[in-house]
């Protein structure tokens, strides 16, 4: 296991699947989740303004099988287009926990590395991966419709070699997010989407999803469980 | 003895046992064990529904020389199996913790009374149905009026007891007018005998027959709640308690819809209806009561349309779905016909489950409130899918029974070739779809109350006539041909060429209809569905519902996110100018006009002025001695 | 063995007329977006785009759902239009379309519409909701001039039967020439029943965040996009069949198919969204006026 800045890289399991179906059909899914990528853009800064020529007619994404979409929950990549304050890193966070995996974020931007332009503001949260797994960074001030095109494709690749699994890290180390996050917005920090359910609902619970963080939280959480339908005369 | 003098000696012990012993515990039972022995009597007559001979009672009246007699026909039967299961299933609906909860809130004696007001309900209909002329139909038509007014009396609210008032005003208004249509019978035939009317028909002059089907016909539209007497009918039923509004909601109104079939179509006759033009228009009588029909369908459906309260919304509709059944019966054809007299029993199903639905939620919440509700759905899953059901048939979409009765009123009048009526029939039905969206929207989708959280499913008793209406629901709505056995045999009664059918639905040269296989396909379709949704797809978390998207707001239990109140505003910017409330005025403006006139009157009365009373009289006599009117 | 053979006919075409109608689906929403993507100058998507969609939502790890209601409402979408499609003939199957005709049909085609609107009301989301009222609303404006179309060709060719007007049609000519009022009228109507641009208000991204689509994900959005290659499709061949008589063949079908669905779709990038009331209004006056001299001159 090595590490890229923070986020471990787990080395692809070796063991190859004995039905020749299923790796048929991974390598399908996999090709198709690369080539069909659906992109929320949260326009906290000035990047917002490169994506418009990025997605028209002079460069065109749609070419590449990416499209804006609206709400969190129909999108793919999340697009963090500027500086992050710490008001706005709130609804990033229930943003990108509401969006469904597998899911990848992209810091645009050098604001988004390491604060760029914002270092000295009290109010700005400078190094986005320490509160959200970022699959890429495309730095800049700001990048042009190349660069940002050049870093979907990136992503592209990655996701097509089986590479984009950011996403599990937040699952697997939620607590380190968890902390981080509190850290910024004090104990009682709390989203309305239950990401250790999800963890433990869809098997993808690591070993440092609970911690300390993460027993703070439980203290004061509102309760999240689903209503349940049932019959009761 | 005939079964008929059964069913009246049934209903006279019936109602007697309930009057002695109306405050003591376990009445209900008593009360359902008789609806289901009088259901029994029913079906031991079924031969009508199937061609059978016309069943007279052995025992009848007379009065200063006129027969009165009872006897049942297939169109009579048809009503009645409808009138007491409706009967049924509305004492079943409060025979349990319905009733005990109605006692704790008001006491054993009010609870009674509400079962004596069901059971005078049915019974007076029944003598109504069961009527061999004209006077004994008046005598039923003042019964079922004074009955209905009894049911809708019981509730103390201000609200309720005002409507009910204005009912029995209507109501007597009506019978005045039936009553002045008997008179003007009288004076032509000498006779109250149908058929010694139905002969005489066939030789009075056109404007008589106006005249005559004017008076008659304001008498049964007031009943049916027909444009322009529309007013009354949404309110009163509305704000009558559950089990009475579900009785009155699924068949009470209809008994102007049996009337206007004896009377109009059956005595007056059909060729009078098509043969009689209005002066000065391309229109006969039968275009004018169908388009009578069709603004029912459409003014009453979007009126309920802007209703906030699930019980008024309802209501309206059963205004409106009655315009259906007229509209069906004034095509005259053989298919229209059927359509309407089938809707009849379609929406008696459909409007009873709903009416116990909002009884359930009531219950339950205390409230149908659309502004008070939502997302009920997880508490009252049971309750949900009665609803769905049934609002798939009043909306008439398939698979459920209203779809049957609907396509057949919208083939016949396609046959007929009748543009204005098909898109007027439509125009309802659309309007139909958006109500009932909002009516499930409003009280089971969307965002569940805090104060909700704890709301359990309706009680055992209230569920089983649901369920129950929703199965009939759907099995008539694949097999239509059940129901339709009666309808064919009740045309048959009415003079009219029977529709021909199989059990899957209408058989065609040109575009028939088979319920049997549309509803295989469905569930064909709906099964591959399933598939492609369940095996293709992961598995999906269930989240709660504050995980939910908001522009990256959080929510929470102190700030409400649902969308019920002016649910439809995109049109309502354009058509809410349109609801002026013409006909509130027109009826504030008669009744200003009436109290005017009875305060002059009564002025003239009590007046002080005795001199300028002697002299009106002396004028008034002098006027009348010296040759008066003639 | 009539029956026999009649009944594995039917079999085989419950099987294949779905099929082929979300394939041909899938080719018209590449149309479409190919279409746009020329008017605005671009290149657009790649030919398996479609499917590469698809294929990615209904392979998401994780995906909501906001209660059983949710998921009904998405099998009612997908299967509604599953058994909507063989009741539309195509050359060679009939299906079961003389079970119902097109009255039938143009009921059938609300049950997906309505088992949608219940799976968006329990995502408890008002802008879903919202999407919904306007949606149904939308309905009540262009179903309307549709009807009255519907009307109109139905006492043309006195028959509601979609298989009695196609072999009508193929043996005199088609019915864009005989009621050419009434065919532009279905047109318009056309345009309001594919939901897309002018008349897309109850998607209306930057209003109501795509309205009843708000809270779909994985699966429940990939059931969406199936539903929306049917809808193409039914459109079409409902058009086809009520004015350009059919297909004798599978090549003239396509051709037809492929060239009515066309123009709605060139039209919709042309214009801005209308507002809901303008919608009413512009499907209350316009079609609703050209049908109704149209249906004059039928009688």
Known sequence: MS????????????????????????????FCQSRSMFMLHYCTGCGAIELPPAMTSRFDMERLGIQPMVTPRQADILLVTGYVSVKTLKRVILTYEQMQSPKYVIGICSCTVNGGMYWQSYATAKVLNEYLPVDVYIAGCMPRPEAVIMGLRRLMSNIENGKGNAWKDYYERYDYYLGNQQHLFGDDWQTPVDVIGEAKFYD?????????????????????????????? | MSVLDEVFILCALGALVLFVFHRIRGIEKLAVVFYAALLYLLIKMSGLGYGGEVIYSSFSLNILGETLQWRFDAVSWFFAIITVASGLFSAVFMSGKWGESYREKTSNAAYGTLQIALLLNVNSMLILLASGDLLSLFIGWELVSWASFMMMALNPDKQARQAAIKYIVYAMAGAMAFLAAMAYVYGITGSLQYAELAQASAALSNGQIILLSLLFFTGFAIKMGLIPF????????????????????AISARMGLYAIIVVLIQLIGLGHLQQIHIPFTFWNLQTVLAWVGALTTIIPTYIALKQNDARHLLAWHGVGQGGYMLLGLMTLNSLGSAGGLLHVFNYATYQAALFMTIGAVIYRTGTANFDKLGGLVTQMPLTFMVMVFSIIGLAGLPPMNGFVSKWMVYRSLLLDGEPLLFVAAVIGTLGTILSVYKLVHNTFLGQLRVEHQNVREAPLSLLIPML?????????????????????????AMGLVPVTYNLGGIVLASGGLDMIWITLILFYGLGVGAIIFYLLGGRAKRVH???????????????????????????????????????KKLEQAIVSLVSLLSQLSENMYRSAQPAMMVIIVVVLSLWSISGGIN | M???????????????????????????????R???????????????????????????????????????????AVGGYVAAVILLPVPGMDGIADKGGIITLSYFLMIPSLGMALGVGQCANPNGSIGIS???????????????????????????????????????????FEMPLLAAAGLFALQGMMGKHPFEIYVAPAEIATGPMVEMSGKFMGGLFVMQSFQFYVASVLYTSLFLGGGANWFEFLLKIFFVVEIPMSISFLFPRYRTEDMVRIMWKWPVMLALIGIAFVI
């Not at chain 2, 529309?230 to 909601?249: I, K, R, S």
């Not at chain 3, 998507?45 to 009904?72: A, R, W």
């Not at chain 3, 060719?157 to 043996?171: K, P």
């Open chain 1, 3 to 30: 590490k890229l800045g923070n986020i471990p890289v787990q080395a692809k399991s070796e063991k190859k699947r004995t039905n020749p179906l299923a790796r048929v059909f991974d390598e399908l899914i996999q």
């Open chain 1, 204 to 233: 993808l619970e690591g070993e440092e999803t609970y911690g300390e963080h993460t027993r703070t939280l439980e203290q004061h959480q509102e309760p999240l469980e689903a209503a349940v339908m049932r019959v009761k005369l």
């Open chain 2, 230 to 249: 529309h007013l009354w009918q949404a309110v009163a039923y509305a704000e009558t308690p559950a089990p009475g509004a579900v009785f009155l909601g």
């Open chain 2, 468 to 492: 129950v209406l929703a199965a009939i629901m759907f099995v008539t709505g694949m097999m239509p041909g059940l129901v339709l056995d009666w309808v064919a045999s009740a045309q048959l």
């Open chain 2, 545 to 583: 519902q504050y995980d939910n998207y908001a522009g990256g707001h959080f929510l929470t239990s102190r700030v409400r996110y649902h969308y019920s109140h002016n649910f439809y505003a995109g049109l309502m910017h354009l058509i809410g100018g349109w609801y002026r409330g013409s006909f």
């Open chain 3, 2 to 32: 009539a029956s026999f053979n009649s009944i594995s006919e039917l079999l085989a075409q419950l099987l294949f007329m779905p099929m082929l109608a979300f394939l041909l689906g899938l080719v018209m929403v590449l149309m479409y």
């Open chain 3, 34 to 76: 190919k279409i746009a993507a020329r008017l605005q100058r671009r290149i657009g998507p790649p030919f398996f785009q479609p499917v590469y969609d698809i294929v990615k939502l209904y392979s998401k790890d994780t995906q909501i759902s906001h209660g059983l209601i949710h998921d009904i409402g998405i099998v009612v």
């Open chain 3, 134 to 176: 306007r949606a149904l609303t939308a309905m009540l404006a262009y179903d309307i001039p549709f009807i009255i179309v519907v009307f109109g060709v139905a006492l043309h060719y006195q028959s509601t039967s979609l298989v009695g007007m196609i072999d009508y049609q193929q043996a005199h000519q088609w019915g864009i």
